[in-house]
């Protein structure tokens, strides 16, 4: 992706992934995350290109909360769009913070099995899966229907 120079002289090029950490940097800075004082930011590209975000939002009914991959996944939908090529979470710490259970079957939802699942730290890119490694035996959305 090319961006267009912010002020004269030298042209910014930025890849696809440093946009998609920037997205979800800037998610994450605006997560609602006040129980577990955990900041998640989430960005995603679909095929159309066009990158969506999202980050956690959590309720005083622990459980209500929501997770940052949820919120981008509502964002993508609401745009209209359904089909995910990849998708990058973004936290703090040391460990590596792959998308929980639940979203991994949200992501299932609109993603085929080679969609990429990137993991990052604040300081970039950790390591990189595909969904299918992630959910292996997915159960999909073509999976459970049943024809007439
Ligand atoms: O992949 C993840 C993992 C955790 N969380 C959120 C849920 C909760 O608000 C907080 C602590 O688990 O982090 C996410 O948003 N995405
Ligand atoms: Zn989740």
Same mark, same amino acid.
């Given at each position: ?14 890849? #696809?992934?440093?946009? !998609? ?9 605006? &997560?609602? &995350?006040?129980? #577990?004082?955990? $900041?998640?930011?989430? #960005? @995603? ?7 969506? #975000? ?14 940052? %991959?949820?919120? *981008?996944?509502?964002?993508? *939908? !609401? *745009? ?13 710490? %040391? ?15 609109? &993603? *085929? $099995? =080679?969609?990429?699942?990137?993991? &990052? /730290?604040? =300081?970039? @890119? ?5 969904? =299918?490694?992630? !959910? ?7 999976? /459970?229907?049943?024809?007439?």
């Amino acid at each position: 992706m090319r961006w267009k120079p912010l002020s004269g002289g030298r042209e910014i090029t930025m890849n #696809s992934l440093d946009q !998609l950490f920037s997205a979800a940097m800037a998610a994450r800075a605006n &997560a609602y &995350a006040p129980y #577990s004082g955990f $900041a998640v930011g989430a #960005s @995603l590209r679909t095929r159309s290109g066009a990158v969506f #975000s999202g980050a956690n939002v959590e309720n005083a009914s622990y459980p209500v909360g929501t997770c940052a %991959e949820a919120s *981008a996944i509502s964002a993508m *939908a !609401l *745009a209209g769009e359904r089909l995910i090529f990849e998708i990058l979470i973004v936290a703090d710490g %040391e460990a590596l913070v792959t998308p929980c259970g639940a979203c991994r079957q949200r992501i299932r939802e609109f &993603a *085929a $099995a =080679d969609a990429k699942i990137h993991v &990052a /730290g604040l =300081d970039g @890119l950790r390591a990189s899966f595909t969904l =299918d490694q992630l !959910l292996p035996y997915a159960f999909g959305p073509s999976v /459970g229907k049943v024809s007439p």
